[in-house]
């Protein structure tokens, strides 16, 4: 069994509304160093898989095909082998 | 003209739709399940506005691996015309029936307001009723509708003439205070290069009525029927 987690984030020439509000907060919170904040998703997927190599690859495929727009997005994943 | 609005579990704006199709403009129209797998013999097809999934994920994300979206495809792809509405555009960028995508507004607000667009062309299925470079009033309800592609694709749209709505001023002028959300080039309409997909964010469902307000979304149900009693075809 493997667990993926996966990171998305908005490409750097795309606008993050988001992380731009969150850094307007933490500076009015006076964290005046904060110089940018990406907001980005967080997502853990629990696979079968005979190898790591395969479950990469499977990985790699969800995410170019749901789990990121590849339009507006960026993706990178790390996988460990784990016990049920 | 037989209609078809495809239903998502979280559509919210199908029965508006299948309204001023039916009650309106008089037409034929019957809803579509997104877990069916075929589509009905149906000249056009509407992706309604709404929450489809909830938007988990990303808006429209999920929508466009419902069953029936094959078939949309390939509707699509046979030049069948599909009208995508708020929701509706999203998932069509997301299947990439449409090109760029649709972000949060910068203002982190639902944006729920009536806004000007100026009708850049009149010579499509959709806008065949409008004069040209008309400015019509519309309203948008939607949290996510900050139009984004890369530079190239934006150029690639404004050189085939394939922006058919851009947000502006009462007078038509294309500025960033008449821009509800952010979207590049103030664009909040688009068409395929085909010219039978039109994804847009504003909800002319929502004005087709003069007890609604106005009649400027009407004019772009009955363009689809001028269009094809004008000899248009799939």
Known sequence: ?84 | MRFGVVVFPGSNCDADCHHVVDRVLGQPVEYLWHGDKQLKEIDCLILPGGFSYGDYLRTGAIARFSPLMDSVREFAEQGGLVLGICNGFQILTEMGLLPGALIRNPSLQFQCQEVHLRVERNDTPFTLCYAPRQVVKIPIAHAEGCYVADRDTLDLLEREGRVIFRYSSPAGEITAEANPNGSLRNIAGIINEKGNVLGMMPHPERCAETIMGGLDGLRLFESLVKWREEGGAR
């Open chain 1, 1 to 84: 069994m493997f667990k993926a987690v996966v990171t998305v984030t908005f490409k750097q020439s795309i606008l993050d509304p988001q992380g731009s509000a969150v850094l307007k907060a933490l500076r009015s919170l006076g964290f005046q160093d904060v110089e940018d904040v990406r907001v980005g998703k967080h997502i853990e997927v629990l696979l079968q898989g005979e190898s790591r190599e395969k479950a990469a690859q499977q990985i790699d495929a969800m995410c170019s095909k749901l789990l990121a727009n590849p339009v507006i997005e960026d993706y990178r994943f790390e996988l460990a082998e784990v016990k049920r």
